[in-house]
């Protein structure tokens, strides 16, 4: 997992503009936000699921990176203060801390264009209509019926007493799209697989999306600030609703070990092919960060 | 022009996510930005370059409204407090100001995510590898080396004394950039056209881009609020750089003239084919909003 993460890392800071070429601010505050951190967890989903269908693995380094791209975007405009004003990422000062609002805003803008231009360049894969395939995926995923939506409906949740289906609804769109698109895409990239692999696929990346969220609950429960690189807590501080306000801490935990057998039990066919799948939903329940 | 103006308005209607599909308030924020105003400026140039490689109107439809989306999300963004907090736009309250900056926030990135995706619909155009291309352009137009990077250029201007190439330099950028994107994918809509046709179409865009933007300088200067329908005189009042600040208005009238004219000589080799081109080149010029 460390030499994809390493891999990822080293793609970003080739596919990201320069620094030194203009506008050199913005050039600037979009490689602190893109580089130096994460878990990586998407561009690792992608990876993974080329094993099953015979990627190569430059390709997947770009679809990964533009997958990334749009995470970290997203993460960019999250922080800001209109949103969840938060102060730490990763460890470090959040984007419009380190630089400023207008600067950390136009950073997520141009993060989102960048995730397109590299899916759109020619040769991508040798499929043109596979590629706007996955160019649609993508923008679904990142949409008002994707991400975006889900974090207009997380804020409307603020202090809002939601059931355990009107939390899943909205972490589906929230974080489950993107997961979803990090697997999918990385389906596209190899041999084309039949519908049914493609659906098993799919449903193994709602499980695992579901999953990394319910985790993520426990772990914003649990950890410390230090452990997590972001502020810890902050759910609970701002009244949002999750799985372990909604459950409480036990049964939060019992639902991601279901989650997790579910995951695993939805890879079986794929057989050894899908070991790094395996590894990972099995990294997405243990990771202490 | 004004049958394309509604056309654009009926497209961009039946593209956008309805109000009523969840979640409501960012769809109902998205239509409100995008509908109901605007001069579509970069539809008409679209629908104007589709005579003169006969494309059909549906398709230009299409393609007008996602870069229509990429302007409007620019604007929504540019209006946020952070930016330039601004309270009027097409004589109704700016987003944030109607709704709040997080949906504002959310607005824009949900209206870019859907450009690429209307633009990576199946079958848009006949030949995938092309809109490939169409893609490639707008999400470098969109991106930190054209559109976001010239906002970025334009907000490290405030205040100093920029040279009137400089002055260039952001501009080509900020509004340029779409605008020669908005002819570019009309010229990929039609029949293929030589290499020799889309560099004087797309010198042509660069002369336009600029014009406009030398006209919307002249217009911040002269006319009132009312007319505009957003805030008249706010570059002078942010101390922003513009071609009037830098040359005076008379010079600044007589950039624009030759700009004319120079755009004029550009489209003559397309003959009778670049008619509306010709009439949209002094609608810039005439508009009096």
Redesign the interface.
Known sequence: MSAIQQRTETALERLL?AAT???Q???QA?RYAALGGGKRVRPLLSHAVGDICGAEAGRLDVVAAAIELIHI??LV?DD?P??DNDVLRRGKPTCHVQF????A??V???L???A??L????ELVTD??R???M??L???A?????M??G???D??AVGCALTPEELE?MHIRKTGALIRAAVMLGAHCGSPLAEAELARLDHFAKLAGLLFQVVDDILDAEASTATLGKTAGKDAAQNKPTYVSLLGLVRAKEKAAGLRTAAHEGLAPFGEAAQRLHQLTDFIVDRSF
């Open positions: 503009p070429i203009t506008p601010r913005l050039h979009m975007y997203s405009h800001l209109c949103m400023d609002e207008a600067t805003l136009l997520g803008d141009a989102q264009s960048l397109f231009k899916l759109a360049e020619p043109s209509r590629q706007l395939i160019i649609g993508l923008a679904r990142s949409g008002s019926r994707g975006a939506g974090q207009a409906i804020l409307a609804f």
